[in-house]
Each structure stands twice: as C-alpha cells, then as structure tokens.
Antibody
C-alpha cells in the first residue's frame, strides 16, 4: 500500500533552516510528482511547491521563492523540503502529498511534520 | 495571484443535504478538487476533477463546477462527515491554490 512517512517534529530558532523528509513506499517515487503543503495553526492549507521526481524540475509559490528548496533522492525513494531564514510565521504543520503531475489532485498525504520556530 | 473563496462555516441537520461553495475567477474553466480534513488528521481527497470520487469515498459525496463556482454536495449527511473541507485548483501562473476552508457542522 502507498505510504508517505515524514520525519519528526523540529524546533528551530529564527534565521535557521529546516529540512523535512518524506519517504515513499508502495510505489515508484519517480512515477509521481511530490507536492509540499503547509498549515499554520488554525489556518488554511497553503501550497508551497512541487517537484517532478523524474527529472528533478521544481516550481515554487512566489511567496516562498528564494527560501524554499524541494529535492529528491531517487535511490532512497525520498523527497525533501528545505526552508531557510525561518521566521515565527513559518511555524506550521508541513505535509508532503503525492500527485500524478503538477496540476493533478493529491491522492496520498504524509502524516505531517510540525516545525516550530521560536527564540 | 489566483484566489479561491469559501464560506467559513456551514451547518446541516443529520440526513439533510450539505452544499459547500467555492468561488474563483472562471473556476469552471479549470478542474477543482475537494479535501476533507478532520482534527489532528491529514487531508483526504473526496472529489477530484470536479465530480469524480476516489475509491472508498461514499456515494453521498458529489461535486460540480461551472462558471465561477465549484460546489461540494453531501447528500444524507452523517455525523461522521463533520470536518473541514477545502477546495483546490491549479493555476498555471500561481501553482496550487486552496480555498480558505469550510467547517461543516452536523447538528
């Protein structure tokens, strides 16, 4: 069965970086795109970006351009999301989500990784 | 940038029909998708490409999309359907877009 298992919760200081992993099992990573979505406490879902896991091409939301990097390690069947220059407003639950392509719906989601930014 | 708008809350009595709208400029020209999220859980896809149901989603969930509005309809609403519902679409320049979410209360 398809599973996306994310890394554990992180606590970071303002200005630091965080890298969240998403290990895929039950399917071949490179046959599906991987998107990243975050949700601040009590807030809406916010799309962050996606990666074509086949060729490594990425697209990011303009709001986070320059601070977010999505990558993958095909040998490890794992996708990554790194966010730099962290601010308190980046405190959120971060999800990876599988899709057939950039514009397709997200049919499987990871369990979420809580990132807390606090001094 | 592209935006999707949903009402913050919708209430429905058990057994009745709940409708949740999602509005966006010319939304009917692109595909809309709907996700259900219960407290402390990851979202799950309940409707994709306007009106298709993934395997395992009950038949009481349906969707439509025309003009500037997509609509999620839950017929014979049950207590287990109480959750937050998010519409989502893809805009070629913005990327993925979510609505603000609608809290469905079954009372």
């Amino acid at each position: 069965q398809v599973q996306l298992v994310q890394s554990g919760a992180e606590v970071k200081k303002p200005g630091a970086s965080v890298k969240v992993s998403c290990k895929a099992s039950g399917y071949t990573l490179t046959r599906y795109a991987m998107h990243w979505v975050r949700q601040a406490p009590g807030q809406r879902l916010e799309w962050m970006g996606w990666i074509n896991t086949g060729n490594g091409n990425t697209q990011y939301t303009q709001k986070l351009q320059g601070r977010v990097t999505i990558s993958r390690d095909t040998s490890a069947s794992t996708a990554y999301m790194e966010l730099s220059s962290l601010r308190s407003e980046d405190t959120a639950l971060y999800y990876c989500a599988r899709a057939r392509s950039g514009s397709s719906p997200y049919d499987y989601w990871g369990q979420g990784t809580l990132v807390t930014v606090s001094s | 940038s592209y935006e999707l708008t949903q009402p913050p809350s919708v209430s429905v009595s058990p057994g009745q029909t709940a409708t949740i709208p999602c509005s966006g400029d010319k939304l009917g020209d692109i595909f809309s998708h709907w996700y259900q999220q219960k407290p402390g859980q990851s979202p799950i896809l309940v409707i994709y490409q306007d009106n298709k149901r993934p395997s395992g989603i009950p038949e009481r969930f349906s969707g439509s999309n025309s003009g500037n509005t997509a609509t999620l309809t839950i017929s014979g609403t049950q207590a287990v359907d109480e959750a937050d519902y998010y519409c989502q679409a893809w805009d070629s320049s913005t990327g993925g877009v979510f609505g603000g979410g609608t809290k469905l209360t079954v009372l």
